[in-house]
């Protein structure tokens, strides 16, 4: 997680704490959205990513008033501070670092298998 972390905040240019956040809701998302086998694969890869969900799901009530998919996910990122710009770049870079870690096809088919995810790729 610490590698990842690091890539994530120097790549994208924000703060290390944002970044494990960061993280954490997105891999979140891809494991309530996408497929769960090849998600599950990945999240396997990175120590710590579900140290990382866990603390991402503790939000309260706020992500369940948001509802969910990828709407609820951009929204909890700008409250994180993050411009659509940067989530773009953060998106690419988590791809990246996935298909690093679990092969491009597995990772294609993360990413297509989500739905609206195809668009940051």
């Known amino acids: 997680m610490d590698e990842l972390v690091g890539q994530l ?3 994208a ?3 290390g704490a944002v970044a494990e956040k960061t993280i954490g809701i997105v891999l979140g998302f891809l494991r309530n959205e996408g497929p ?3 998600v599950q694969a990945l999240i396997d890869q990175i120590p710590g ?3 990382a969900i866990a603390a991402s799901n503790n939000s309260g009530g706020l ?3 948001m509802g969910g998919g990828l ?3 951009g929204t909890r ?3 994180l501070g993050l411009s659509m710009g940067e989530i773009q770049n953060i998106a690419r870079e988590l791809f990246r670092f996935g298909r690093d870690k679990i092969g491009a096809d597995q990772m294609g088919e993360i990413i297509s298998g989500t739905p609206g995810l195809s668009q940051f790729a």
């Open 9 to 11: 905040a120097a790549k």
């Open 13 to 15: 240019g924000i703060d």
């Open 77 to 79: 990122l700008m409250a």
């Open 71 to 73: 709407m609820a996910v």
């Open 36 to 38: 769960s086998d090849k």
């Open 63 to 65: 992500s369940r008033l």
């Open 49 to 51: 990513a579900e140290a």
